[in-house]
């Protein structure tokens, strides 16, 4: 496999060339305040951001935000990122009010070297998403004609098989940012051959999310700890009460195949904490996981829990942690994540957090991340490059 970065981008000279850097801006915004809750996808992409400034390049950036329908959806705009990226770059980034349209093509026009524009979201263009080859094609067209060249920062959306991570490094000059260079660095390490002992925390709500990674990691890992929404599936298929719990019923069967072949490398709770309802003030105790009481809910895994997966992280020497451990969210359930967060810094480890929930994670409860190793950007991303896929961005940077 041979792909271009930014460095031989660099090396050829950009000063005043326009180039089009697709960068993963998905931040969680505040559903009252629109505010920023976590920019952490913004500073990632600051590397390759200000290399190319630097280089005197046209810095064109696109980005997806959300899941708009493929039309104009306010509540999206990328207009907030553009005022964050700006104040972290150190200087006003221009604010195209459209895609493709007019404002993007004199936002561009009007670019002097060095400075930094950004397009509204991707996805207010029915093209960036489409099935139909053409129509993803038309619309790459229109984005590849802002660039002379093309970089690939976006993580987080590698694993998607859109116009802008796909159909429009097939259009121009095409290499991998700094953030998808080491993101891939990283991550193949675990694919690779990983010091042993290789634990691997999972979590999160769902199990069906989950399936395909845990289907790929068995054979691979020493051990593999379930915590979260996705554990009372599996202690259903241990034949336990899960109360009111999250459950997937058609994935029970699933989940005590796994164990059974698991040859008991995956670990589950012993303790849950279990409440009234899902409200951050609900009533809540530690019990046992064959004593959760018929009408109340687990929303976190238990102290006995934290200690024992502590006790196996802490013998690790590679560690990969997807998904929260409880409704971290909620102050009364986050001693879960935080406490698994926590075993996961002190073991002498290589450590890696999978993006989405856990990195987020990691920034609210105010963890230092500089006590990881690294914090992927891409939560489905990371995944499915940990499952063996053919990640659509990355075979089109291959090219
Ligand atoms: C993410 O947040 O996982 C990435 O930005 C990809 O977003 P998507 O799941 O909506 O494609
Ligand atoms: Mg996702």
């Known amino acids: ?178 953030l998808v260079l080491r993101e891939v660095e990283v991550l193949s390490k675990l694919t690779g051959n990983p010091e042993r002992p290789y634990v691997v925390v999972l979590g999160g709500s769902k199990v069906s999310d989950k399936l395909a990674v845990i289907e790929a990691l068995l054979p691979t890992v020493d051990r593999l700890l379930i915590g979260g929404g996705m554990c009372f599936t599996f202690l259903k298929a241990q034949g336990l009460e899960v109360g009111t719990s999250l459950l997937e019923k058609d994935m029970v069967e699933t989940c005590r195949n796994l164990l059974e072949r698991s040859g008991g490398k995956i670990m589950l709770p012993v303790d849950v904490v279990v409440a009234d309802a899902f409200a951050p003030d609900a009533a809540h105790d530690t019990v046992r996981v064959d004593g959760i009481p018929s009408h109340r809910l687990g929303l976190d895994v238990g102290p006995e829990t934290v200690a024992g997966f502590a006790a196996a992280l802490s013998q690790a020497k590679t560690i990969f942690w997807n998904g929260p451990m409880g409704v971290f969210e909620m102050p009364a359930f986050a001693a879960g994540t935080r406490g698994i967060a926590e075993a996961i810094t002190k073991a002498d480890a290589f450590s890696v957090v999978g993006g989405g929930d856990s990195a987020a994670a990691v920034r609210a409860l105010r963890l230092d991340e500089t006590d990881f190793n690294h914090i992927s950007t891409g939560g489905g991303a990371s995944l499915e490059y940990l499952e063996g896929k053919t990640l659509p961005g990355i075979a089109a940077l291959e090219n």
């Open 1 to 178: 496999m041979s792909i271009r970065t930014l460095d031989d981008l660099l090396a050829e000279g950009v000063s005043g060339r326009r180039v089009l850097v697709r960068a993963d801006l998905n931040v969680p915004l505040d559903k009252q305040t629109g505010d920023i809750t976590d920019d952490g996808r913004i500073r990632a992409v600051l590397p390759t951001l200000g290399a190319l400034v630097e280089a005197g390049a046209k810095v064109v950036v696109c980005s997806h935000l959300g899941r708009p329908k493929g039309a104009p959806d306010p509540q999206f705009s990328l207009r907030p990122v553009a005022g964050r990226l700006g104040e972290l770059l150190g200087a006003p980034v221009h604010f195209a009010t459209d895609t493709v349209g007019d404002s993007a093509r004199s936002t561009v026009a009007d670019l002097a070297d060095g400075q930094v524009a950004l397009l509204e979201n991707l996805r207010f263009n029915a093209g960036e998403t489409s099935k139909d080859e053409a129509e993803r094609g038309a619309f790459a067209d229109q984005l590849a004609a802002f660039g002379d060249a093309y970089v690939d920062d976006a993580f987080g959306a590698v694993h998607r098989k859109h116009a802008s991570v796909y159909d429009v490094p097939a259009r121009l000059p095409h290499v991998a940012g700094r």
